[in-house]
């Protein structure tokens, strides 16, 4: 199960809003952008898995009409992305939710869109968390997961700034992702996706 001492947000909700504000704000609408035009969804219900903030998941529903539900293990992030949302007058297209991603408490094939932007190195059982993925997307759905900065220019930007942060910050969070990529690609392999367009990662994890 995820646990909160191993998560940043949980662990340390205003630290991590302040990073997640000043450092990688600008992240979010370039991949908000891909997502919606690799994908075309623009109505419909996104979940944002292990949202943090709901920086994301705020993006997307700036750029779309899709109602979002702001998934995340920790209250105090909730309470955050909450806030966010009434501020960007955003609150009639959301939703929250508190749980863990190995057990989310939806319907099956309830979601058009499953988004999440590093959370993964915190999910402890990808093949448990990939299945309730899968279970709660519809048919056409797909799903973005993973980390990934929109571009290299952008990448290299917030790598300098965290450093100077958190000095060897990259190396550390670096190797969070590569531990997830050599397993991941056994994990969707034995997943039964059937006909769901279903998975893509975002910029290879990181």
Known sequence: MQSKKRNAGGSDPKGFDSI???????????ISEQIIEQTGKLNG??????????????????????????YDQ????????????KEENLIDRSSFRMGDVHEIPLDPNCMDLVISRG????????DKAFSEIMRVLKNDGHAYIGGGFGNEKL????????????????????????????TLPKVIQNLNIGNKNFIKILNKLQ
Do not use: Q
């Open 155 to 182: 990448r290299n930007e917030i790598i300098e700034k965290m450093n100077k942060r958190k000095g060897g910050w990259r190396n550390s969070t670096k190797d969070k992702f590569d531990l997830k990529k050599k």
């Open 119 to 126: 959370s993964i190195p915190f999910w402890d059982d990808l």
């Open 20 to 30: 997640v504000s000043e450092v990688f704000a600008p992240i979010y609408p370039v």
């Open 74 to 85: 920790s209250k105090e992030m909730l309470d955050i992305s909450t806030n966010y949302v």
């Open 45 to 70: 219900y996104c979940l944002d898995l292990g949202c943090g903030t709901g920086a994301l998941g705020r993006s997307i529903a700036k750029l779309s009409d899709l109602h979002v539900t702001f």
